[in-house]
Every structure is written in structure tokens, then in C-alpha cells.
């Protein structure tokens, strides 16, 4: 949408293609921004009903993936960011795009957005949160002289670190929030709350499950953007500390636990490869690997029987689901189609499988059988939603529902056919702090284990600097 500073009514330009990671209007009114699926980025005229087009090639030597954040250059070449098929801090670059040609360069490694700053300078940031600034040459494209730190611990928003700057010299940037401490809590049915241990807490805590036997839960410390490594933590429901599963480096996540609650299979990002380990919780034997995979795993779950893992894949905007069973050499698709899949989780009894599938910005609960998962794809309601989480029992499926920020609970019947109740909303999860990761559910089913971060959203801090380029110059003159 273009909306006029007059008051007159906004124009709208495209609702096609067109994805939320940035978009740059340049002197010739074309807009170029971040393409709906992954992949390239998208141009379009700035005119009402515009038709857009692709712009770019992806390197697919480089594993890259996904191009975002784009910055008209002065001499009307692009930069943005280069997303690649791994985790850490070689899954981001910032490039430049040469429109007419398609090729593109890598100026900075390892750094995730950038803007120019008139006259010559490139502020980035780098994959661990810190902000920096270098010399950079427009006409040869290159990063030259030593570059400086500018501040530390940004805070991350859509995949990317929130900063910017105006042409009139002024930079703006928000730090904080993605490094808060966060705590484990009780939650009711009702919406009471009660934690689990007052006196444990940690940054980035992720990715929750509990033992079938109730007696502990897992959890990852990896739920944050410039987390380049994570571990994960088990923790018994007492004052004891956690003790720490993994032990061989790499992004360790989305970890979930064998029937007999004595192992842990989880998921391990290294570099442009994932593996899915199993490792017995109290020690004694090595992790034995399962399967290697290219690219980032995004969620896993398992069979009853432990012997098959159902596990999403590919960028945000593009993942799909996959199925892989003890033995196999390959992997095969679960559920067909184009549209982005992810968030898998088996019902109890192994025989159907909830997912969200949908496009990049809005998803839907699905439940199709397992492991014929093709034959079927039963909407569970007709709304925005992520997270879907079964009971124990597996006569209810709960999800998020994103409009209202509600968790609800849905009755379901397997036999002797599939059928759904009536959706009933149990609580707003914001009255309960600002929650984060996915959360687990109660062997009894009667309450939800959540993380919530401890202070909430005043831990973030927006800071702006007046005359910011024109103090650079002053410095470099010095």
C-alpha cells in the first residue's frame, strides 16, 4: 500500500507476492521487497494494481534460500540479506543485487541486515546481536578499512535485527527483549497461574516437553535468532537444577521423549546439515545419530513406538513435512502440496497427525491420518492458529489462536469416524505474561507448562542518535 501524506484515500500497489521481511522504494518508483515464499525478491511498479516480478537468481552453490530486507543503493544496485540453508552464524550474509544482470556479491559474512548511511558507510548486524559500522566503497561494492561497534544486543523482529537510518543522518535501533530471562509456569485451564521452581531461570528457554511419566520436562536453549549454539537442559518439577543433555556443541532443539521417559530424540543444526539424535536422558551411552538431512529442521515428533519421526524442514516461509522411520535411507513426503507446513505433532495413539499449513502469514490447523497422511486434510478450524498440542488422552487438541491470542481447546473423536466439537477458548495467554515457545501439556491434562519471559516487552529499549553520520565524519577527521 502507498499511503499519501495528504490524507487522500492509500493506493494499493499488489496483494501478491509480497512477504513482511522489508521493502525499498527507489527515485524510479519501483519498489523491490521480500517475495511472499522463499526465494528471490519481488518488483513492482509503484502504481495502483501493479503486476509483480521476480528479481534475482538464488545461488544455489552458496545453499542460499531466501533473499530479504532490500535497500535501494544510489547507484541503483539492491543490497539485502542472504538467508542459506544452514543455522548459526554462516545462515546469513549481506549481498548485493545487480538488477539487470541477476548476480549478486557478498560484502559482510555472517551479519543479518544492513542499511547504507550517506556518504560511504555499511551499518549491519551481526548474527550474535551487535551493530557495526565499516567504510563502504559503492562503486567497487566492498567493505574497506576496520570497522567499529556501534551497540550491543539487538533486539531481533521478523527474522531480522531492528535498526534503521535516515538520510538525513539520523540512526534509530531497539536492543534488549531477545535476551530476557525466562521461567517455567503452571497454567490452568482457567488461566491461573503457578511456577515451577521460583528460582530457575534463563535466556532463550524453547522448546518444552514432558516425560510420560510426568516426573520432568525438557527443554532447549535455543529460542532466540542469534543463538549460534544451544544445548539442552532436563528439569525435574522441584527446586533441583537442570542438567545439561547435550554436550557435543551445534543448535540442539525441538527435543521430545521416547514412551518408557528414559530417552530424548531431538534435533541437531550444524552448518548446512541437521541430524536427529536420540540420547538416553540419564546418561551412559553416546547420542546415536538416526538421520542426517541438508538444511535446518524446523519441529519434530515421534510414533508411539519410537520407531518413526515426522519432522518439518526448509525456511519459515517454506517448509514441508517429512517422515522418517528407523532403517529408512531416505525420507518421504507426509502431506503434498506448496503451501508452508509445519508444527507436526502425532496423536497419542500414532494415527493422526495436526500440522499448520497455510501461507507465510497466516496458517491453519490440519489433521490428516498417519501414515497415509495424503488421503486427507481435515481443517480443524477455519482460523488463524499455530501451535496445535494434543492431550494426553487424545480426545482434545489444543492451538493458539493468533486473533484473539486465546488458548483453545477443540474435543476429538477418532472412532468410529473422525469428528470435531465445538471450539471453546480457555484463556488469553497474555493475561499470563508474555509467553514464548511452545508449551506442553499435564499428564492429567488438566494444565499447560509455559515458558514466559520475566520482566515482559519494557525490557526493550529504543535508542536515537541525532546527527549520527555527521559525528562519524567528525571522528574520521580527526
Known amino acids: 500500500m502507498i499511503a499519501s501524506l495528504d490524507g487522500s484515500p492509500p493506493i494499493l500497489v499488489t496483494d501478491r507476492l509480497i512477504g513482511l521481511r522489508g521493502l525499498t522504494w527507489d527515485a524510479d518508483d519501483f519498489i523491490y521487497a521480500d517475495g511472499l515464499e522463499p526465494g528471490r525478491l519481488v518488483r513492482v511498479t509503484a502504481r ?21 530486507f532490500p535497500q535501494m543503493l544510489p547507484d ?7 538467508q542459506r540453508r544452514s543455522l548459526g552464524a554462516d545462515a546469513f550474509a549481506i549481498a548485493v543485487l545487480d538488477p539487470k544482470s541477476g548476480r549478486s556479491t557478498v560484502v559482510v559474512p555472517g551479519a543479518n541486515r544492513a542499511r547504507f548511511a550517506e556518504p560511504d558507510y555499511l551499518l549491519y548486524a551481526t548474527t550474535d546481536g551487535n551493530l557495526m559500522v565499516s567504510r563502504f566503497n559503492l562503486s567497487r561494492h566492498e567493505v574497506t578499512g576496520a570497522r567499529a561497534l556501534v551497540a550491543e544486543g539487538l533486539s531481533s523482529e521478523q527474522t531480522g535485527f531492528d535498526f534503521t537510518t535516515s538520510r538525513t543522518g539520523a540512526l534509530a535501533y531497539v536492543t534488549g527483549a531477545s535476551s530476557a530471562d525466562r521461567e517455567a509456569i503452571w497454567v490452568g485451564r482457567d488461566g491461573a497461574v503457578q511456577r515451577v521452581d521460583s528460582e530457575w ?10 516425560s510420560p511419566d510426568g516426573s520432568r520436562f525438557v527443554v532447549s536453549t535455543g529460542g532466540a535468532l542469534s543463538t549460534a549454539s544451544s544445548d539442552i537442559l532436563v528439569k525435574r518439577f522441584d527446586a533441583a537444577p537442570p542438567s545439561k543433555l547435550t554436550l557435543d556443541g551445534g543448535i540442539n532443539r525441538f527435543p521430545v521423549w521416547t514412551r518408557d521417559s528414559k530417552k530424548v530424540v531431538y534435533a541437531v543444526s550444524s552448518g548446512d546439515s541437521s541430524f536427529v539424535v536420540e540420547r538416553a536422558v540419564d546418561g551412559g551411552a553416546p547420542p546415536a545419530v538416526r538421520f542426517k538431512v541438508q538444511g535446518a529442521i524446523a519441529g519434530l515428533t515421534l510414533t508411539p513406538s519410537g520407531d518413526r519421526v515426522v519432522y518439518a524442514t526448509g525456511p519459515s516461509a517454506g517448509s514441508r513435512l517429512y517422515a522418517r522411520g528407523i532403517g529408512d535411507t531416505v525420507s518421504t513426503r507426509v502431506i503434498p502440496g506448496e503451501k508452508t507446513q509445519r508444527e507436526p505433532a502425532l496423536s497419542p495413539d500414532g494415527k493422526w497427525l495436526a500440522y499448520t499449513m497455510g501461507e507465510a502469514n497466516k496458517t491453519r490447523i490440519y489433521l490428516s491420518p498417519f501414515p497415509n497422511s495424503s488421503t486427507a486434510h481435515l481443517l480443524v478450524a477455519d482460523r488463524d492458529a499455530r501451535d496445535p498440542v494434543w492431550s494426553t488422552r487424545g480426545t482434545e487438541l489444543f492451538y493458539i489462536d493468533v486473533g484473539t491470542q486465546s488458548i483453545v481447546a477443540v474435543p476429538v473423536t477418532t472412532t468410529p469416524v473422525l469428528s470435531f466439537g465445538t471450539p471453546k477458548p480457555l484463556f488469553d495467554v497474555r493475561s499470563v505474561g508474555s509467553l514464548t515457545g511452545r508449551y506442553a501439556l499435564s499428564r492429567d491434562d488438566s494444565r499447560f507448562l509455559m515458558m514466559r519471559s520475566v520482566g515482559g516487552p519494557a525490557a526493550e529499549r529504543l535508542t536515537v542518535v541525532e546527527n549520527w553520520t555527521q559525528d562519524l565524519a567528525k571522528a574520521r577527521r580527526k
Open 48 to 68: 495502483a494494481d501493479s503486476k509483480p516480478e521476480w528479481v534475482g537468481q538464488l545461488d544455489t552453490a552458496a545453499h542460499e534460500v531466501d533473499k530479504i
Open 76 to 82: 541503483k544496485s539492491v543490497l539485502f540479506t542472504t
Open 201 to 210: 531461570r534463563a535466556p532463550n528457554l524453547a522448546d518444552l516437553a514432558i
